[in-house]
């Protein structure tokens, strides 16, 4: 769970996060992200809240594409 009492947009993070966590997962057992190597993870986030949102918004349409043309290729299958 992503908390900020910064003024950070959380959506704006967990996407960063999403997109560059898996190089730091391990993958002994179940995959997981420690926290010891969670803290260690640098991440730049735009200090604009609008940019943030505006980021955060164009990241879920892709994400939505993506999911929508999964589905497509599924049905032909």
């Known amino acids: 769970v992503l908390l900020s009492d910064k003024g950070y947009a959380n959506k704006c993070i967990a996407e960063i996060l999403n ?3 898996w ?3 391990s993958h002994v057992g179940n995959p ?3 926290n010891n190597v ?3 993870i640098e991440v730049v986030v735009p200090t604009n809240m609008i ?3 505006s ?3 164009l ?3 892709i994400d939505n594409l993506i999911t ?3 589905r497509k290729y599924e049905k032909q299958l």
């Open 23 to 25: 190089k730091y997962v």
């Open 51 to 53: 940019e943030q949102e």
């Open 59 to 61: 990241l879920s349409k």
């Open 19 to 21: 997109m560059i966590a």
């Open 55 to 57: 980021i955060s918004k």
């Open 32 to 34: 997981k992200l420690m």
């Open 38 to 40: 969670m803290s260690e």
């Open 68 to 70: 929508l043309h999964q």
